[in-house]
């Protein structure tokens, strides 16, 4: 099966992450950005093939915010908060972390 | 159960070398059967002093050095622009700048130079250690130019550490017998500020550093530790063919490498069922099957070769290794991560594959090193002025990152770190560096806590004086107190400040890298809830001086300690607490530092004594005949008269086994020595005759236990009478003194049971 992977990327700092896929919860963690592999998280979501609504909603003190974007099986999404405000790439799958 | 696979890992070693390394090696070395010139032999490399007895013992009090003026630093030429250089952390000399009196009892001064001028990517750098005493390190780094053959000279740009050690702010540098490694020497002439200084150097090798490293394999993975250069035809024009190593490309960096000969094989089942590596499971193996692991700061690292991460195919590789008290000493390569996907219609896919996996493998041994991403050179602790370099084409650059991505940064990659990373792994202070020693990418301590946004507690950290002042030697007791601020009855554990599991003490010496206090060992109580109510206070103690991780408070200096507990899903913080170390009192106290501090005597004093250490027993011993006004007695006297009060049972085994089995047949017995009171009360004496003394140094809390549990245990053998003076020694003067809520006072606890200590009976 074909897999969505979401990557967490740059400028987390413990905030509470959701991430849905076709509005389904598939992933739910406080999550803090490690510098050695420049990433908070990343999870891998098993989908069928075609083009699927991935959303992630990071939740703080101060309120929550949400970013959407569409992925065919098989990409990769990259979200960074920057400054507090969450960016999406939809990333080539080579482009991973080390 | 391993596999020694490689057990001939160091000829292996030698004969994967390059042919270029080999000979640029044999020329340093002279070890090259024809005639060199008219080729110049390189003469970089790490040169020492023997130690060097400066004077005689000085008559004490020493005056104090003035501190030293200390000229701002120049930045560092860098390759490529990059925004926002990061200052020098002026770490400077917390001995000599903090008001101390630094501890200049310079028994020898041993030197190190690191001549950095020809050879593989040269920094035309000379750097330096200066060691004196026990207790003072300082490191200089200066920039160099050749002025003549064989002469370099330039400005000290670094210094750090005892800096009062080197006030001078120019170096030169003269290489006498250069043709010839075995009598090549430095002279080396200190000037600019402060009387000059010359001091001759022996060449010892051509690398600045070594360094071991053991490749290990998941089962069913293979170690990629080489790549053929030319196998890939998108390459630099001028890159040299050859079959590159791993081991070769430290080598370059300056590295004397070695393999530790453990190499083997990790069974697939230490990933758990998933069959993919979590950290947590990384570092278990780590632990396992890593032939060199130890706590303590070493420069060795383990590489383990492995398919996948937990998080999956997006990622190729991690220094996992930011946990515990000792970072980054291992690493691992997930070669069914995204790197062996190369693009789609590259001319040779297998070689980029294995390009790409022995990119992936140097990039987080770097991070072993310490190195940052090059795009992260500014963030975290500065230890050197690293500006970004977003398209520097080093091992620590991500190759699809840079302007054109992967094919632009393999064009013109040369399999090299660059030359800020070079100048940080061959020149900065070696702590820095070293596997195992800073803690990774920065110093900060509390960089993860969770603190609440309103919280229910208030923890605060004291010792037991003001100001903490602790004398050399002197082991450090802090005590905790947990306040309830809330307006609410809180539930805790009982334990909550005797759970050295849910305590986390950092400690931080002025200018240099924080350390995680780490008990010689880990209590496991019985779960038991209380309620803490509303401005509701509770107190314990804990012994600091020396644990798992070494003597973290022994140096002379300012340090810097706080702790933190979990309470729940709340980080409870504390202040931070300041101590200051002395300086020695007199040159045999700074003699007798080098027996006292060592990992027996601290697990006599975390203990409260021991039977089985004798040697410990010993200095023990000669710490209370030799300094016997000293703080350091009162510890000392503790530790000496415990276990002489209580039924004390000690497992002998015979000698001569040498084979692993059973205690029992090895002849093993427990030997049951009972108490001895009248050999005990001497140190009882000693230890809290001087009510005063025995609390500043013990603590409040931890003197009244004392006083209760050597009261009790003099009481079991029948001596009422010396049982009454010494419970009583301390009720009517010091106890008042201490400002520290007692146990009683927070939980309204039998004073007869009032804190126990791990490793003591009652």
Redesign the interface.
């Known amino acids: 099966m074909a897999?969505i992977?979401v990557?967490l990327k740059h400028g987390f700092a413990?905030e509470n992450v959701v991430v849905t896929v076709d509005g389904r919860e598939v992933f739910q963690r406080q999550v803090?950005t490690?510098?050695?592999?420049?990433?908070a998280?990343?999870?891998?979501i098993p989908v069928d093939a075609g083009t699927h609504r991935v959303g992630v909603r990071i939740e703080t003190?101060d309120g929550s915010r949400t970013i959407e974007a569409n992925a065919e099986a098989g990409r990769?999404i990259v979200v960074s908060l920057v400054d507090g405000v969450p960016q999406v790439n939809v990333a080539d799958?080579?482009?991973?972390?080390? | 159960m391993k596999s020694k696979q490689n057990g001939g890992a160091d000829s292996a070693a030698q004969t994967d070398r390059s042919l270029i390394d080999q000979l640029s090696e044999a020329l340093a070395a002279d070890a090259l059967p024809f005639p060199l010139f008219p080729l110049r032999p390189r003469v970089s490399g790490l040169y020492t002093t023997p130690a060097l007895v400066l004077q005689p013992p000085l008559p004490h009090p020493i005056p104090q050095p003035l501190p030293v003026p200390f000229p701002p630093f120049p930045p560092i030429p860098q390759p490529q622009p990059g925004p926002d250089p990061v200052p020098f952390a002026q770490a400077g000399n917390a001995d000599a700048l903090d008001g101390e009196i630094a501890p200049i009892f310079p028994l020898s001064m041993r030197e190190e130079l690191r001549l950095d001028v020809d050879g593989n990517f040269p920094q035309h750098v000379a750097s330096g250690v200066i060691r004196s005493g026990l207790a003072q390190r300082a490191n200089w780094i200066a920039r160099v130019t050749r002025v003549s053959s064989y002469r370099y000279r330039g400005a000290i740009f670094y210094k750090e550490g005892s800096v009062g050690l080197i006030p001078q702010t120019d170096v030169e540098i003269q290489v006498l017998n250069p043709l010839t490694a075995g009598t090549r020497q430095a002279r080396v002439t200190f000037s600019g500020s402060g009387p000059s200084r010359t001091r001759d150097f022996r060449y010892r090798s051509s690398y600045f550093h070594s360094v071991e490293f053991e490749f290990d394999c998941a089962e069913g993975t293979e170690a990629i530790t080489n790549f053929q250069t030319h196998s890939h035809p998108n390459r630099p024009a001028g890159l040299a063919n050859e079959n590159l190593t791993i081991n070769t490309v430290f080598r370059r960096a300056g590295f004397d490498v070695s393999r530790s000969g453990g190499d083997g094989v990790v069974p697939i089942s230490g990933a758990g069922a998933n069959a993919r590596w979590s950290d947590s499971e990384m570092h278990d193996a780590m632990q396992t099957y890593w032939s060199r692991f130890a706590n303590r700061a070493q420069w060795s690292m383990w590489t383990f070769f492995a398919s996948l991460h937990e998080?999956?195919?997006?990622?190729?590789?991690?220094?996992f290794d930011?946990i515990g008290p000792n970072h980054r000493q291992g690493t691992s390569i997930f070669e069914d991560?995204?790197?062996k996907?190369p693009?789609s219609g590259d001319p040779a896919p297998a070689a980029w594959v294995q390009r790409m996996r022995f990119w992936?493998a140097v990039?987080?041994m770097g991070?072993a090193f310490n190195l940052?991403?090059s795009w992260?050179k500014s963030?975290?602790t500065p230890w050197i002025p690293l500006a970004n370099e977003p398209e520097a084409r080093s091992f620590m650059n991500?190759p699809?990152g840079v302007s054109g991505g992967?094919a632009a940064f393999f064009a013109d990659f040369a399999f090299r770190f660059s030359d800020p990373e070079l100048l940080f792994m061959r020149h900065a202070p070696e702590r820095f560096v070293r596997m195992g020693d800073a803690a990774?990418?920065?110093h900060h301590g509390f960089r993860?806590a969770?603190p609440a946004?309103q919280p229910n507690f208030r923890l605060t950290i004291r010792a037991n004086r003001e100001p903490a002042v602790l004398e050399f030697l002197e082991p450090c007791v802090v005590e905790l107190s947990l306040t309830n601020i809330s307006d609410e009855v809180q539930l805790i554990s009982e334990d909550v400040l005797r759970d050295t599991n849910n305590i986390l003490l950092i400690i931080q010496k002025d200018g240099k890298p924080t350390r995680q206090y780490v008990p010689y060992a880990r209590p496991c109580f019985r779960e038991s809830t209380i309620a803490l109510n509303p401005n509701q206070t509770r107190s314990d103690s804990i012994f600091i001086g020396a644990g798992v991780n070494g003597w973290d408070l022994a140096e002379p200096g300012r340090y810097t300690v706080r702790a933190l507990i979990r309470i729940d899903d709340e980080d409870v913080i504390s202040n931070p607490l300041v101590i200051r170390v002395q300086a020695p009192a007199g040159m045999e106290e700074e003699q007798f530092a080098s027996e006292f501090l060592n990992p027996e005597v601290g697990r006599a004093l975390a203990f409260d004594g021991t039977r089985f250490f004798s040697h410990a027993n010993d200095t023990l011993e000669r710490a209370v005949e030799q300094f016997p006004t000293r703080r350091v007695a009162t510890h000392a006297a503790i530790a000496l008269a415990a276990p002489k009060l209580r039924t004390y049972k000690l497992l002998t085994i015979g000698e001569g086994e040498t084979a692993m089995t059973s205690a029992a047949d090895a002849g093993g017995r427990i030997r049951t020595i009972k108490p001895d009171v009248a050999a005990a009360m001497p140190y009882v004496e000693l230890a809290l005759a001087n009510p005063r003394l025995a609390a500043d140094t013990l603590g409040g809390i931890d003197a009244r236990y004392y006083r209760e549990t050597i009261g009790a245990a003099i009481e079991r053998e029948g001596d009422q009478e010396t049982a009454d003076r010494v419970r009583g020694v301390l009720d009517q003067r010091q106890v008042a003194s201490s400002a520290t809520p007692t146990m009683e006072e927070s939980k309204g606890a039998s004073s007869a049971v009032i804190r126990k200590k791990i490793g003591v009976t009652s």
Do not use: K
Not at chain 1, 93 to 98: P, Q, R, S
Not at chain 2, 311 to 319: H, K
């Open positions: 897999t992977s990557v413990g803090r490690r510098m050695q592999i420049d990433r998280d990343a999870c891998e003190a990769m799958e080579n482009a991973g972390d080390a | 998080q999956g195919t997006s990622l190729g590789g991690i220094m930011d991560a995204f790197i996907n693009p992936t990039h987080e991070h940052a991403h992260q963030l975290g991500y699809y992967q990774w990418f920065d993860n969770d946004l």
